[in-house]
């Protein structure tokens, strides 16, 4: 009974703000000197000139991506005891737009809680993420938030999908796993719609292991990196 009128209050801490802002405003600003740098070099040559400027044009992309993961700081999901209230930002695939939602439902407007799997794949890297996320009587999905595998500590996504199915009583529906392809194409076109056409279970263990061997890549690849940079300073 306690937990039932308990409220779960699910929001970024002051330390992870501060830290992921110090550490996006620096990634954008490097990204966009580098675009800057790309403009400014002097070159003759019309092929060179077209391809620093798509340079540019791409570190300026990538530096705006960053800028933009800074939305994911307003998170607030409050799992009350009589109704749930939301404050969001709207993502087209792993992007967060300018735009915010902002919802305080009863728990009888929602119909169903609900979590896939969306496997990312660029340049044969494989990234598997966890979306949860609900759906009100109106047949509105809202997205809660997003969970990537064998990324360590985040926010705890399930824990609220599971509070809150318990509070509409409802269970946790999981839908299965869907091949987003790569990233850049999401923040184009957005993910696959809700409902589609999933994996079968061989598959979906397949990319699990595709993305645990791209998380052992990356983790190897900074051991030599840092290996690399001792021996030149020895």
């Known amino acids: 009974m306690a937990d039932e009128q ?5 929001r970024p801490g002051r330390a992870r703000i501060v830290l992921l802002t110090i550490g996006l405003v620096f990634c954008g600003a490097v990204f966009y000197f580098m675009a800057a740098v790309c403009l400014a070099i ?3 040559n019309v092929l060179a000139r077209f391809a620093l400027t798509l340079l540019a044009l791409f570190l300026a992309a990538l530096a705006t991506y960053f800028l933009l993961l800074l939305r994911t700081t307003i998170i607030r999901i409050e799992v009350g005891p009589e109704r749930l209230k939301l404050r969001l930002p709207r993502v087209r695939g792993p992007l967060p737009l300018l735009s915010t939602i902002r919802a305080d439902l009863p728990y009888g407007d929602i119909v169903s809680v609900e ?16 979306v949860f996320s609900i759906v009100t009587r109106d047949g509105v999905r809202i997205v809660l938030g997003v969970m990537t ?8 996504y399930d824990q609220a999908a599971a509070r809150i199915a318990a509070r509409a009583h409802v269970t946790v529906a999981d839908r299965g796993t869907v091949r987003v392809g790569g990233v850049i194409r999401a923040m184009i076109h957005d993910v696959p719609p809700w409902g589609g056409e999933t994996t079968d279970p ?33």
Request: charge should be positive; proline fraction near 3%; hydrophobic fraction near 45%.
């Open 202 to 234: 061989a598959e979906r263990s397949r990319w699990h292991r595709r993305a645990t061997l791209t998380m052992q890549l990356l983790m190897l690849l900074m051991g030599l990196i840092a290996v690399l940079r001792a021996c030149s300073h020895s």
């Open 42 to 44: 002097p070159v003759d």
């Open 115 to 130: 979590h896939r799997e969306e496997a990312y794949v660029s340049f044969g890297l494989v990234t598997v993420q966890r």
């Open 149 to 156: 595998e064998n990324w360590g500590a985040q926010m705890p």
């Open 6 to 10: 308990e409220t779960f209050v699910l």
